[in-house]
């Protein structure tokens, strides 16, 4: 029987150089950023969830975006990237890597990115960033717009990326990448995989220890086969990707940041190094400056609603007056948990742990406490 004709959405969808295996693998596929993608392999996602907590989980996370911020010294490409993001770059080390954040002139997130420098001394003027799927060409007209000729762009397009994650993850790249096991959390390296050249860094966003690894496209099926051999390795869709960032508290563009939204309020001060703090000197300093002062409006906090359903981003959190006072940004089952949890918004006073609040679902509103971040324990790799 032939297949029914492709939407026209579905034909504009892209294809990461892993489509074809998800497909092979029986995965059901999604738009999302504009991708195809598994959303989840047939164990489904709780069974992949565990997995990644208790083994290692592959994930294909070739839709973000890749690329290099190029100019004559690291104290120039340093430079031209503070005007735009709040982190210290200066002083990042060389095989550090870094999280922060693209801000808009009001203090709030246009996006959050991860920026690498290399170890190579010929590169010292070179930055690795990657930036989400969904941003990802917001981010790179910004970059090319506001940095203009004191630093070159040039996009990874022709590179995947790869995310393995779980307490068993360094055993199984060790067995390809015998470098990788000393590596420390947030660290980055050029390495190989069984002789391929790849780049690797120490991080994730499971809140398990892990790494992701960058490699030509045309080497990507190689590394997924060689990993997916291994029986402590199964593939992760984006459901379980999902469930496993939200026990692990961690924020989700466009949910935990949006163009409104500081990393203040998000909780991400500690992103935000000393010398940035108070020398400012980047988009929306003031505002920084000011809710570090004074505290901000809103602060996120963690979320348990009663009983056994999820509650879901938009649902408004009330006090005990009924009056409206926060916002779920993310919601749903926590397989490690054993529960719902959920993410959200909520002023300074409504923000200790064990303040009841109700939240809207289905139409009632239910009981809902503010419990701590993480809702499962971050087991980032600690040396």
Sequence with gaps: MAEPAASPDQQTLLKTPLHAEHVALGARMVPFAGYDMPVQYPTGIIAEHNHTRNAAGLFDVSHMGQAYLIADSHEAVAAALETLVP??????????QRYTQFLNDEGGTLDDLMVTRSTDPAEDGKLGLVVNAGCKE??????RDKIGDSAQLV???????????????AAVLADHSPDAAAMPFMASRRSTFDGIAVGLSRSGYTGEDGYEISVHNDKAVTLWRTLLADERVKPIGLGARDSLRLEAGLCLYGHELNPTISPVEAGLLWSIQKRRREQGGFPGASRIQREIASGPARVRVG?????????????ALKNAAGETVGIVTSG???PSVGGPIAIGYVPPALSAEGTSLTVELRGKDVPIQVAPLPFAPHRFHRS
Excluded: M, S, T
């Excluded at 917001?138 to 970059?143: E, Y």
């Design 303 to 315: 979320l348990k609603p009663e009983g056994r359903a999820p509650v879901r981003e938009g649902a």
């Design 155 to 169: 996009i990874a397009a022709d590179y995947a990326l790869l995310a393995l994650q779980g307490p068993l993850a």
């Design 332 to 334: 749903g089952f926590g």
């Design 87 to 96: 982190a210290d770059i200066l002083n990042l080390a060389p095989g550090r």
């Design 138 to 143: 917001a981010d790179f007209a910004l970059l």
